[in-house]
């Protein structure tokens, strides 16, 4: 059993390796993401690049229907652990 955003998920054995690639994939994605935009905010570059990544994830939020939050029986646990870096990459620069 997996914690993501205080939601406990469980995963199947059958699909692990699945799930490890597909995390392997999504935390590569993220991480180089996070550090571009780290990286442009810091030095005041990129600035129309920034706010049109940031646009298009507000805008893939907000197009998910609500209930889907909430009933994590049907989300894969990997969706969760990229929502709960990408929360945590934003608080982290909120405080900047």
Not at 25 to 39: C, E, I, Q, V, Y
Request: proline residues 2%; charged residues 20%; aromatic residues 10%.
């Amino acid at each position: 059993m997996i914690t993501y955003i205080g939601i406990s998920v469980e995963e199947s054995s059958g699909n692990m390796a699945t799930l490890g690639l597909a995390r392997v994939g999504a935390h590569a994605a993220l991480s180089f993401t996070f550090a571009f935009l780290k990286r442009a905010w810091r030095y005041g570059e990129d600035s129309e690049l920034c706010a049109e990544v940031l646009q298009d994830a507000l805008m893939t939020m907000r197009a998910l229907p609500v209930a889907l939050l909430f009933d994590v029986s049907s989300v894969s646990p990997i969706w969760l652990e990229v929502v709960d870096r990408s929360m945590k990459f934003l608080m982290d620069m909120q405080k900047r």
